[in-house]
């Protein structure tokens, strides 16, 4: 050859090479065993097994159970196939061969257990795991089968990863509880919170739980214009017969201090009662300065409570004893006793009411378990799956209202409610603290009395407020307890102590009248009697003069004529005068009595005349006083006395 010359090639004889390998020792000891499984080469779903003789024992049950049942279903292969490029050839035709998606390899020590080859090992991996991702046809008996390695199944169990920068997986799964991290996710989510794929939106309820709000013992609250100190002053009502419509009766005056009594005759009234039954006299209606009683707020309202089951019974009684109260009542409303504050007791027609005020209290607190979000068993050791996107909390009000929270953001849930009672403020809330944040912290809060502590919760308890207001109601008073209670004093006390004022004016009027005409009466007949007195004793001397002069002229002429004795005609004459004289006398004295009298009978008369128009006008003016068929009959009479005046003469 005209090239270069291989060095020392003169030395080397190559037929000289005694080939000694025995090829004998290689056999068609090779398995093949083409099978379906489940999994495919995304790694997607993959199967774990415990170990790679858990591993094996499941493939080698796999495959003769499935040819048990199908002899198609499972191959078995003995060959000396060698995988070159990621392909390998088995004798097998086209279409038996497109019917497995699995291969699984057995291969032996080389070239025997007994005659192994320089290095080879037992220990070597002696059982390969492909996924069959394509086939082609080779001739009548034989497919090439393009193959991928199912890495997962084939060293899962024999590698180890130290250290290594996850990018999304569920390696903190390992090093967290469960029940630990529900205690208090929001302090112990560390290293489960890695962005991690997001399955979309949609979710399902797997379980709740419900916190009732204000469903305790019911308790009805009046809003009062009343202040606690003015409850004496509501008075009550007063029943008793005393109180209904009755005739008056009528009794002279002791307390007159005039022996005489000149104006206290028939002058006190008893009975004469007015109303139903019932005195409103010593009821009011109190009202309030205009600032509340916790003195926060210029309501000028006190809120007061009774027990729901004493309501009715109590505003039955506040109807029948002290109705004044419902006029303060500028509304009732209701509420749970837990939401509420009691305070000072107070009596009112014989029931306990007690100021009120709102107050913050704890509902309830939420206890996060495992079981609460339904995920299987066998998952639940993986923290992970109770954080977002694999689970969330939904809380939604008796509106439809709903809020999503993250487990991850919550810590010690608890559920407050907070009520105001300062009317017309009237509401309810409900919100949750132990989301977003924990604890609180404290500033000061003016009102009218001052400043005061208050304390808020930190976290995003405003995002999970709820406002429920409160329904106020009217109270209303039937028609008679509201007339009686506005009308009493005008219609019922006024009207009949005007009666009575005008009673008692009329009757000292005309007693003062009747008392008057009798003492003129008494004076005219003083005078008429004492004037008839002095004429009478004017005439009786005048006559008993005239008779003693006509005696005396009778005597002389007696003398002269039994003197003279000269004429009997003359002393008949004398007689006759005498006797003329003395029965002149004798009726002048008849005339004066008679005209005595008259006088006296005349002074009688006015005197009674004017008595009975005195009491005549007396009784009438009762009788207009005592309105509604009381009558007053006042009866007075006066006797007139007579005199009769007889006088003798003698001649």
Partial sequence: ?????????????????????????????????????????????????????ERDRWFDEHVTETVAKDPASSMILKTNATIVNGTVKVPVPFDRAAQYNYLVVDVPIITSAGQPLNYETPNGYRRWHFFVTDLAYSAPSTTILTLALDVWTQFINTVGFNYFLLERG???????????????????????????????????????EFIPFGNGEKYICFASTCEPSQFASIGSVTSDAQYTFSDPTFSDSTA??????RWGRQFEVSGYGFGTGKSYADVSTPVGNGIAANGRIPTATTVYAIAATEA????????????????????????????????????LANHTVHECQGSDSELGSVTLTKDMFGIPERYQRFAKLYTFPYSELEITDNDGKTASVRVESTGSIKAHGIVSLAYPYLNMRMFLTGI??????????????????????????????????????????????????????????????????????????????????????????????????????????????????????????????????????DITATNNAAANANTTSHNDQITSTTSSNNSLNYSHAVAANAFTLASTKEENETSVACAGGNAIAQGASASSPGMQWQQEGKM
Avoid at 175 to 186: C, F, I
Avoid at 321 to 343: D, H, R, W
């Fill in 1 to 53: 050859m005209g090239d270069t010359a291989y060095p020392n090639l003169g030395n080397v004889d190559v037929y000289a090479y005694r080939n000694e390998f025995d090829y004998t020792r290689w056999e068609p000891n090779t398995k093949l065993y083409l099978t379906n499984v489940l999994w495919n080469g995304d790694f997607e779903d993959c199967v774990k097994f415990a170990s790679d003789a």
């Fill in 170 to 208: 569920h390696a903190p799964v390992h090093g967290s509880d469960t029940d630990e991290y529900l205690a208090n996710p929001m302090d112990n989510c560390e290293y489960l919170l890695a962005p991690d794929v997001d399955f979309g939106g949609d979710t399902v309820s797997r379980g709740g």
């Fill in 256 to 261: 007159n201090p005039d022996e005489s009594n």
């Fill in 312 to 347: 009715d019974e109590f505003v039955s009684d506040v109807l029948a004893n002290s109705p004044s109260f419902l006029n303060t009542v500028q509304a009732c409303f209701m509420v749970a006793k837990e939401l509420i504050t009691l305070g000072t007791p107070h009596t």
């Fill in 436 to 569: 977003g944040g924990s604890g609180s912290h404290s500033y000061q809060w003016q009102d009218m009395r001052g400043s005061h502590d208050m304390e808020m919760a930190n976290g995003d308890w405003y995002r999970f407020c709820y406002d429920m207001g409160i329904p106020m109601y009217s109270l209303y008073m039937d028609g008679r307890t509201s007339w009686e209670l506005g009308n009493y004093n005008r219609q019922y006390s006024n009207a009949r102590n005007s009666a009575i004022v005008n009673y008692h004016n009329s009757v000292r009027e005309a007693n003062n009248a009747m008392h008057n005409a009798q003492d003129t009466a008494q004076t005219n007949r003083d005078n008429s009697v004492a004037s008839a007195n002095t004429g009478l004793s004017n005439d009786t001397n005048s006559a008993n003069t005239a008779q003693t002069n006509a005696n005396n002229d009778a005597n002389t002429m007696n003398s002269n004529h039994a003197n003279s004795r000269a004429c009997a005609t």
